[in-house]
């Protein structure tokens, strides 16, 4: 997920950042095995542009990088970037897909930034209402998020369809709150009912790729900031990682609502179970 990151921020760096990066992209074993001086030698630039790279991609500086990087190198799974083959037996679809989608949770463990996530957190316990806007994959995650957070006694719901999201943007209220989900960030549909959504002062969480114009536009960015390419298997393990991030700060609101919200969510399944029970008695 860093080198996700950096290629999807790649057009946002300057001209002489922009060559670290590449630089890192193209060697990354080598840039964790040397010295900043080597890196800034290998990318034309001085060594203070590396610094200034890395403080930009939200790290405090060449050491902290050099960390994180080390990190995903070492923590990452032979197969994850072997693309699935119409020759491939069962055992290694299942070594691929299942390292690809391990590697994508180790990363997003790893970099994504705790402190954007407690402010997500900090506007949804104090929201009125909670939307979730995505559309096709993405809208797929607003549905099961909605499933999720519906629960937490917070009038919710979700919108895939973008005429209808972009009407109930324009309706939204200050204290309302929009998770706008997207594997892009550039939909124009989605764009153009954010904007609906921050000019009615609402407040916008974005589940999005660093740098993004759809990042650009929320009042918190949680990135998720995944390579795409032509491989239509990505989409699957940017989809795992969406939804992992929906069950963080699904779970971290129901603890922020304290132990009274807590006997309610149990009361709500105990009734379930009783359903479930009765359900299944009907056929016996």
């Known amino acids: 997920m860093l080198l996700d990151s950096l290629r999807t921020q790649l057009d946002s760096l300057s001209k002489s950042e922009r060559k670290v990066a590449q630089a890192v992209l193209k060697n990354p074993q080598q840039a964790v095995a040397e010295n900043i001086t080597a890196l800034a030698k290998h990318a034309q630039v001085s060594e203070p542009t590396v610094v200034r790279f890395c403080r930009t991609i939200g790290y405090d500086g060449w050491q902290e990088f050099k960390l994180k990087l080390a990190q995903a190198l070492a923590l990452a799974l032979p197969g994850a970037n072997e693309l699935p083959s119409q020759d491939d037996l069962a055992a290694d679809l299942v070594n691929k897909i299942c390292s690809r989608s391990i590697n994508t949770l180790l990363d997003l463990r790893n970099n994504l930034p705790t402190d954007a996530v407690q402010r997500a957190l900090d506007i949804l316990a104090r929201s009125n209402k909670i939307e979730f806007y995505g559309q096709g994959t993405s809208g797929v995650v607003a549905i099961d998020a909605q499933h999720k957070f519906f629960r937490s006694g917070v009038p919710t719901v979700a919108y895939s369809d973008p005429h209808i999201h972009s ?65 239509p298997y990505t989409p699957i393990s940017a989809r795992l990682a969406h939804l992992v991030v929906i069950d963080i700060l699904a779970v971290g609101l129901a603890l922020k609502r304290g132990p009274e919200f807590r006997k309610k969510m149990q009361n709500a399944q105990k009734a379930l179970q009783k359903f479930d029970m009765q359900f299944d008695s009907f056929f016996r």
């Open 167 to 231: 009407i109930s943007a324009s309706l939204l209220e200050k204290g309302d709150t929009v998770v706008a989900i997207s594997q892009r960030g550039n939909s124009a549909a989605l764009l153009r009912s954010v904007q609906l959504a921050r000019k009615m002062q609402a407040d916008v969480i974005a589940l999005a790729p660093s740098g993004s114009p759809l990042a650009e536009m929320a009042t918190v960015l949680v990135p998720i900031d995944l390579s795409f390419n032509t491989d």
